[in-house]
C-alpha cells in the first residue's frame, strides 16, 4: 500500500462506501486506486491544489503529494502524451479532461497512439483518459459534448460512461487495472444529482468492463441507452407502464466493446427496439447498434428499430433551446407509444 504523503497533510482519506454521490463514487474509486497501487498517478489541469474542476481530485495532493498528482499547463496534447509515455514506462496515469470536448486535442495522440501500441509492437498503455461530458447544465456547445461517436471507430480503445454510482465506482477501478487505454465519460450532470445517492460497498469491488446491465425488466419493448439518458428512459418507462406497456431499458455501461449478448437478448424478448442516446442522432452510437440489431436480431423484428438523439446542432446556450435540442421523456414516451402500436 501507497505511503501517505506527509509533509503537508489537510486531507482525511475519504470512507469506504457508504450512500454517496456519483462524484463521489468516483474520487473514491480513484483513491482507492492510489492506495492499492503506487503506480497509478492523476494528472491534469487543475487536478492537484484546486482539486478538479468538479471536486474529483479534491484532497489527492494533500495525501498522495505533488508527484503522484500532477498539475499540467493547458494542453490536452500534452496531456495525453505524457500520460501514454508514462504508461509506457510501467505506470499507471489517470488522466482528466476539465471537461470531455477538449479531448480532441489530444485525439491524434489517442487514436494513431495509445489505441495502436498494443496491434503495432506488442506494448499496452494501461491508462486512463476521462472528464465530464454532457449538456443540460446550460454550458453551451464548447462544454457540452458527447464524443463517444469520435472514438467507435477506432480499434484498441475501450470506452465507459456509468450511470449510478455503484458502476462509476466499480468501472473506475476495472479501468485503471486494465492493461490498454480506456476512455471514461462522465455525465456531469448526475455528479451530484440528488436522486442518484447511493449505498456502494465497503469492500473492494470491480464492475467488468464490456458489460450491460438490464437497469429495468420488461416485455414489451427494449430501450436501449446510456449515461445519463438511464434516467430519462427510466422515467419514460415509469409512464408508460401507466399505459399498460412493460418496457425494459439496458444500461450499457461500455460503449466499446458492445455487449452484444445483452442486446440481442433483449430484442429477442421484446421484438420492439428503441435506442436512446444524447449525442446528435447522425453518426452516432445509436447506428451501431441498430445496424447489430438488424444483422442478428431482424427474425424476431415486429417493428422497425427506432432511434432518438439530440439534434444535429451544437448544444444551444439558451435553457429553452437546450431542452428543446436533447431528448425529453416525452419524446421517449410518444416513440414508444408508436413503436408499441406498429
Known sequence: ???????????????????????????????????????????????????????????????????????????????????????????????????????????????????????????????????????????????SQNVESFFMNTPGLKMVEPSNPYDAKGLIKAAIRDPDPVLFFEHKKLYRLPRLRQEIPEDDYIVEIGRARVAREGHDLSIITFGAQVLTALDAAEELEREGLDIEVIDLRTLLPLDRETILASVRKTSRALILHEAPRTGGIGGEIAGLIAEEAFEWLDAPVVRIGATDTPVPYSPPLEEYHLPQVKDVVDAARRLAAY
Open 1 to 143: 500500500m501507497a505511503t501517505a504523503f506527509k509533509k503537508e497533510q489537510k486531507a482525511e482519506r475519504p470512507a469506504r462506501g457508504g450512500v454517496v454521490t456519483f462524484v463521489e463514487a468516483i474520487r473514491q474509486g480513484i483513491w482507492e486506486e492510489m492506495e492499492r497501487d503506487e503506480r497509478v498517478f492523476v494528472i491534469g489541469e487543475d487536478v492537484g491544489v484546486y482539486g478538479g474542476a468538479f471536486k474529483v481530485t479534491d484532497g489527492l495532493i494533500d495525501y498522495f503529494g505533488p508527484e503522484r498528482v500532477i498539475d499540467t499547463p493547458i494542453s490536452e496534447a500534452a496531456i495525453v502524451g505524457a500520460a501514454c509515455g508514462a504508461a509506457l514506462m510501467g505506470m499507471r496515469p489517470v488522466a482528466e479532461f476539465q471537461f470531455i470536448d477538449f479531448i480532441s486535442c489530444g485525439f491524434d495522440m489517442l487514436t494513431n497512439f495509445a489505441a495502436k501500441c498494443r496491434y503495432r509492437w506488442g506494448a499496452g498503455i494501461p491508462a486512463v483518459f476521462r472528464g465530464p461530458c454532457g449538456a443540460g447544465v446550460h454550458a453551451g456547445p464548447f462544454h
